[in-house]
């Protein structure tokens, strides 16, 4: 189900590259929905207890789910290696939403009416459709050994395995030492793959994937990272950090891109606050590298060869995040700051000898995501989130021969919806899904590189078993 | 002095206090279980009403919607879950046939209960679980009727010495502890298999090879809390009459001793005398780990 939910946003004075970018965003619509959310009745089966134990609303782990996934799938009852269950007993969740979208552009590119060339027009399309399918297996091989496999389609059964991993947990008797390695979602505390939204604009978070207008290379986030995981916790679960040593391909498998390694940092706190609950902190930072070139080509310039990627110039991500909840309420507040080497921002191949253009600098920027709930009861979530990207420092800058607007490519994505869940049982799950969103982008329209507004409009039947 | 009959009568009591009660759940019951109830835990002030909304989220799939134990994944769960109606409770610090204390629930919620489906909720707040304790109160009509015993008292733990440890294994010959927990006190003594709880269900006597956790904590205290206000709703009677405080702590040594897989003080010092180290020797199993964290 997972597939490229980068959030590219691509300058259109080039028409083929505006092209490209819409047929991208199609392409992206087609697809639809981005998100292999992990909520495991499998799990419930095997403890006998309900979804809204571990759940605030599945996906969304509640922090006593967040205990038992740090945990290693485990309760720590001594009853959680597989020995203690039915041999029958296999871990196996499936996960698909069928629904109605609606998808709605203000400025599509279209040929003119002589077909000459290309213009832009609104272009709406609606019907039934259906999610992807996650196949989620997950939990113990032994006590303090677990792990998680999930293979993940399109709506087109086309599969891919969107996380693979084995874990050692509570190493040496210590909560505080826990080692992964696979596939794996970083540990962001604002999970997107349990994300409660599922639009093609936001089954994903804007701020987890956005990269400026003009880059070539590809990073998110948001998407599961190959790598190594060193990750510990206090017992209670309220101080929680992590430290990642990650292939630079972006989740790829088979090596595509270079030989470098990333590094992901990830550290948070909880502390209660009367009746209000529990309340957290933290922050992360991720430090990477990707190529600007192929040391090999095959084929002629740009056929590179796999894995031989040189000229690596750096990126950054860090964040800030709060968690914060007054009784049913609850609101998450994230402050993003990014910056790429001005190779990467003006996509420029780092040969030797080679230099930037004229006005090339690092493109900087930083973004805001508010995400609040009110959950009436267990069965009922209200969701709405605002996110906002705003370019501080455009990779073409004044000095350059056609320097980009200080706004091209700043993003706001509005969301609004619900989820109704008419049963909570420890078997399955099922819910009544709403969701309207909308993104506005500024300079990125396919033709005439002027503001875009996209907006998604679902409902569905979203289960689990 | 060995009280036989003082014994028996308490495993009677035991095991008859949770019928007795959930028939008076019946049809004139003596008192109505109350809507509104307080727990009272430290500078905590935990309130049902609150409570509620927790308990139908975490804990009805099991415990039921009347928190009469029947919850949809009961039949599935062993040992059964807690009935609350009955208002009978295996973790107190209070004595048996009594209610227990807020913390009791307080501390039961945070702990858990090992080798159940029961798990530690410390991932709630303080404040969560105080509420908690408050709602499970309103299920019974004894939390209006009657007030918490008054907690038994633990005297200071006496000096570890092999002698104590000595007479501890003449004290688990004597109370025929073996009879249920086995002579190696793996929970397979001759009465094991014929054993069962408040609910008429198979119960297995506490395996001290297997774990230094014992359902109401892992503490040396808690072992001797255990002996003295026994595990209500189960065979396990209490031994407050039975037996001195000083034997109790003699006996909380040797079974220490028994976990021999599970390092201690008392097994240090057990294994460091030939007697010790030839039966801790004997009982050890080596090369058959399985991976359950279970010791076998």
Redesign the interface.
């Known amino acids: 189900m997972q597939r490229s939910c980068t959030v590219v946003l691509k300058r259109g004075p080039a028409r083929s590259s505006a092209g490209l970018l819409f047929s991208i965003f199609l392409l992206a619509l087609l697809l639809l929905d981005c998100r292999p959310a992990t909520a495991l009745p499998a799990f419930a089966r095997k ?4 979804c ?2 571990c759940h605030e609303a599945w996906p969304k782990l ?3 789910g ?3 996934k740090d945990n290693g799938y485990q ?7 597989p ?2 269950q039915q041999a029958a007993y296999w871990p196996v969740t499936f996960r698909i939403t069928p629904i109605w979208h609606r998808e709605s552009t203000n400025k599509a590119q279209v040929d003119n009416s002589t077909f000459t060339g290309s213009t832009e027009a609104k272009v709406t399309t609606h019907g039934f459709d259906l999610s992807g399918l996650d196949f989620h297996t997950g939990g113990t ?5 677990s792990f998680y496999v999930l293979p993940s389609s399109d709506p087109t059964a086309s599969f891919h395995f969107e996380s693979v991993w084995a874990r050692m947990d509570n190493l040496a008797g210590s909560t505080w030492l826990n080692i992964k390695m696979g596939k794996f979602e970083l540990d962001n505390l604002l999970s997107e793959k349990r994300i409660l939204t599922l639009t093609s604009i936001s089954g994903v978070y804007t701020n987890y994937h956005f990269q400026p207008v003009g880059e070539g290379y590809k990073f998110g986030i948001g998407d599961n990272q190959l790598g190594f995981e060193w990750m510990g916790h206090s ?3 309220r101080t929680r950090i992590s430290a990642s040593l990650l292939s630079s391909n972006d989740g790829q498998v088979n090596l595509p891109t270079n030989r470098g390694y990333n590094g992901y940092f990830a550290a948070s706190r909880a502390f ?1 606050v ?2 209000l ?2 309340q957290r902190v933290g922050g992360f930072a991720y430090l990477g590298e990707a190529p600007t070139y192929f040391q090999f080509t095959n084929g002629g310039p740009g056929a590179g060869i796999s894995g031989t990627g040189i000229g690596n110039k750096g990126f950054q991500r860090y964040g800030l995040i709060g968690m914060w909840y007054i009784k049913k309420f609850d609101i998450t507040t994230i402050f993003f700051h990014s910056s790429d080497s001005p190779w990467l921002g003006t996509n420029t191949p780092a040969t030797p000898g080679a230099t930037l253009p004229l006005g090339a600098q690092s493109p900087k920027w930083n973004g805001g995501l508010f995400e609040s709930h009110y959950n009436f ?2 069965q009922l979530i209200l969701i709405n989130r605002y996110e906002l990207v705003r370019m501080s420092q455009q990779a073409f800058g004044s000095a350059a021969a056609t320097p980009y607007p200080s706004n091209l490519g700043n993003a706001d994505v509005l969301t609004f919806g619900f989820r109704y869940y008419p049963f909570i ?2 078997r399955a799950g099922f819910a009544y899904h709403g969701e309207y969103a909308t993104i506005w982008q500024k300079g990125v329209s396919p033709v005439t590189a002027t503001d875009l507004t996209t907006s998604s409009l679902l409902f569905g039947f979203d289960f689990a078993f | 002095m060995l009280n036989i009959k003082k014994i028996c009568l308490n495993v009677a009591v035991t095991l008859i206090l949770p019928v007795a009660a959930m028939a008076q759940g019946g049809d004139q019951p003596a008192a109505k279980p109350s809507k509104h109830m307080e727990s009272h835990i430290g500078n905590l002030t935990g309130h049902s009403e609150a409570g509620a909304q927790l308990y139908y989220r975490y804990c009805w799939g099991c415990h039921g919607a009347r928190g009469n134990g029947d919850g949809e994944n009961a039949p599935y769960v062993t040992p059964q879950p807690r009935n609350f109606v009955a208002a009978t409770f295996k973790c107190r610090s209070t004595p048996t046939g009594t209610l227990p204390l807020d913390s009791d629930l307080f501390n039961t919620l945070t702990r858990g209960f090992n080798f159940t489906n029961m798990p530690s909720w410390a991932a709630l707040t303080a404040q969560q679980r105080a509420d908690l304790v408050a709602f499970i109160k309103t299920f019974s009509a004894r939390w209006v009727a009657e007030k918490p015993g008054d907690p038994i008292p633990i005297p200071p733990e006496p000096k570890l010495t092999v002698e104590s440890i000595k007479h501890g294994g003449e004290l688990f010959q004597k109370l025929e502890c073996w009879k249920c927990h086995g002579q190696e006190g793996r929970g397979d003594g001759p009465s094991a298999s014929t054993l069962t709880d408040s609910n008429d269900q198979p119960i297995r006597p506490f395996n001290f090879a297997s774990s230094n956790r014992s359902k109401c904590g892992r503490t040396n205290q808690d072992l001797y809390r255990i002996f003295m206000t026994g595990v209500d709703g189960t065979p396990m009677p209490s031994f407050a009459d039975v037996v001195k405080p000083e034997d109790a702590w003699d006996l909380v040594h040797y079974l220490r001793t028994l976990q021999v897989n599970n390092a201690s003080p008392e097994l240090a010092l057990w294994a460091g005398t030939k007697e010790g180290a030839a039966i801790i020797n004997a009982k050890k199993v080596e090369n058959t780990y399985t991976g359950s964290g279970v010791n076998p």
Request: no cysteine.
């Open positions: 403890y006998g207890m309900p809204s134990s509640s922090p006593f967040q205990q038992f309760m720590g009852n001594d009853r959680d290696a020995i203690f091989l032994a006590k303090n050994f017992k209670d679960d209660e009367g009746s609950g529990l009861n267990p049982s420890s």
